[in-house]
């Protein structure tokens, strides 16, 4: 499934902006995930860190967009 659509504010009126659904273990998207999670890990205790992991934003109830 593909949502396409203009946005409201832009310099280029021919620029589109397209959500899909991606895999959390496509490789740009793991490693930009773990970064994330490795910041995250460096500015807060590990009980103030929620995400989920690389696996679990594949589970089956998980819609993960990119």
């Known amino acids: ?3 396409t ?9 021919e620029m589109t902006i397209s ?3 991606a895999s959390p273990r496509h490789p ?4 930009l995930l773990l970064a994330s ?4 890990g460096s500015l807060f ?3 103030a860190n929620h995400f989920l992991s690389v696996d679990g ?3 089956a ?3 993960f967009f990119g």
Do not use: G
């Open 1 to 3: 499934m593909t949502l």
């Open 5 to 13: 659509s203009k946005p409201k504010i832009s310099k280029d009126p």
């Open 19 to 21: 959500i899909e659904y």
């Open 28 to 31: 740009e998207i793991r490693n």
């Open 37 to 40: 999670h490795d910041l995250m």
């Open 45 to 47: 205790p590990a009980e």
């Open 57 to 59: 934003l594949c589970d």
């Open 61 to 63: 109830t998980i819609h």
